[in-house]
């Protein structure tokens, strides 16, 4: 009875989180959603008041709200950048946007006459490739995104609007270094702007710099009030006024902060043992992150109150590493296997763009911590046969509020359902999966452009490869 209860009570804590986007309307009015989905010249989104749809030509951008997974440092939950320094002309968004793809031809037609370096003309091209490029972030497709701003930087090297958008599609990558650049060159031209102070206390935050984050963030709040940044410097000050006496280390790809209690010996022990499980899982998924991923060791009593994880939670990855480490003098096989699991999850948010749903990041850091599911099967069975599998769906999102046991069946059937996909089709497949989840509009999509096969049919599946087994 304890069993079929607890299935039932996890069936209605993961019911999936809203992502919150932000609906902006040329008109400035802005639109809270829980869901917004752009098809073709609609925008389709979901309200307390139920689904609504308006014109796309009223929309002049959609700022998505934190991906509601628990991976990545807490200014992944930052807005765009809202600066609009270039003067667009009305008829140029609806130019370089038609019939829902971007008219490359005319595009190509502008950059000629930019040529001629005409202030007006070279305006005209910048404004139209900030269009496509928030065309290509409306689908969450990065790459393309990117690669039009890059191009309206070779007609306009140092516009603003260009260099923050760059900074920001860079931070969503964990690109730490790149943002910095970018954001350097913003600020030589507005040097009190409050947005290059925000994204640059995310990208000093990201690369284990709390002085330079907290200062950022300071800055950017004396010169405009904004939410996102009092909670993101909140958690960075308390971070600094407990690591304020703590000892650091560096590797090749981890710079560490621990506690004095913590022995030097068995610090670098760690960082010699992360060195091995980060070439191990590059390997594994065919990525290497671009900037060193930082790491803090701390006491039991330090670690519960800095990172207010939950009680079963043995660790926690939220841009850094965060392992409590009180009372040991070596890297006991225990420690080695969370600090693989935990590395598996960098690896994963950064390769995705911080878009991997909390079931496949959950299960694919098992998988490759060395877990399989042959002790869980005949339980994930007999809950199945009397519920149904826990939907995919109801576990993209964050898992912090669950209590250990519904915890425990969520990561069970995560663990078996990677492990059916690695078993039927392969690491390599997996590996692409990841890759497009960067650029797909949703996670489930990219499963099914790499895999031909949908949440639904991967659920159904997985349980017959445990009847199996």
Not at 159 to 188: I, K, Q, W
Not at 336 to 351: D, G, I, N, P, Y
Not at 420 to 436: P, Q
Request: with cysteine; charged share 25%.
């Amino acid at each position: 009875m304890r069993s079929r209860l607890s299935f039932v009570v996890a069936l209605a804590l993961l019911a999936p989180a809203a992502a919150a986007d932000t609906i902006v309307l040329k008109n400035g009015r802005r639109i809270r959603a829980d869901y917004v989905v752009v098809e073709g010249d609609r925008v389709r989104f979901e309200t307390p008041a139920g689904w609504m749809s308006l014109p796309l030509s009223l929309v002049d951008r959609i700022e998505a709200g934190p991906a509601g997974n628990d991976f990545g440092h807490p200014a992944a939950r930052f807005s765009a950048p809202a600066l609009e320094s270039v003067a667009a002309p009305d008829d140029v968004a609806a130019a370089v946007l038609r019939n829902g793809s971007v008219d490359r031809e005319w595009l190509a037609q502008l950059e000629l006459q930019a040529r001629s370096a005409d202030p007006l003309v070279v305006g005209r091209v910048v404004a139209a490739h900030h269009a496509a490029a928030q065309f290509f972030l409306r689908r969450g497709e990065l790459e393309p995104a990117m690669a039009h701003y890059r191009r309206a930087l070779h007609f306009a090297p140092d516009e603003p609007l260009v260099l923050l958008h760059l900074a920001y599609l860079h931070l969503r990558r964990s690109e730490f270094t790149a943002a910095l650049d970018y954001l350097d060159r913003a600020r030589r031209r507005i040097p009190d702007s409050p947005d290059v102070a925000k994204l640059a206390g995310w990208a000093y935050y990201g690369s284990n710099r709390l002085e330079q984050a907290v200062t950022e963030w300071r800055r950017a709040l004396a010169l405009r009030p904004d939410a996102e940044v009092a909670a993101a410097l909140e958690k960075a000050e308390r971070d600094l006024a407990l690591e304020s006496n703590f000892r650091g280390g560096q590797s090749r790809h981890f710079t560490l902060r621990y506690d004095g209690n913590a022995r030097p010996e068995l610090a670098y022990a760690i960082l010699s043992v992360l060195e091995e499980h980060f070439a191990a899982i590059a390997a594994e998924l065919n990525y290497t992150p671009p900037d060193p991923i930082g790491v803090v060791l701390y006491t039991d009593r330090s670690f519960a109150d800095i990172t207010r994880a939950p009680a079963w939670a043995s660790a926690v990855n939220d841009g850094r590493l965060r392992v409590p480490v009180q009372g040991l003098t070596r890297v006991t096989p225990e420690l080695a296997r969370v600090l693989r699991h935990e590395l598996a999850h960098s690896f994963l948010a950064q390769k995705t763009g911080g878009r991997c749903p909390v079931w496949l990041h959950e299960g694919v850091a098992q998988w490759i911590e060395g877990q399989r599911s042959r002790e869980v099967r005949a339980a994930l069975l007999a809950a199945a046969q009397t519920h149904g599998p826990l939907p995919l769906a109801a576990l993209e999102h964050s898992w912090t509020q669950l209590p250990a046991e519904t915890a425990s069946l969520a990561y069970a059937w995560s663990l078996a359902v990677v492990e059916f996909i690695i078993e039927t089709y392969g690491l390599r497949d997996l590996e692409r999966v990841l890759a497009r989840i960067a650029v797909s509009a949703t996670a489930e999509q990219a499963f099914q452009e790499i895999l031909r096969t949908g949440y639904a049919e991967l659920e159904q599946q997985t349980l017959r490869y445990l009847s199996r087994h």
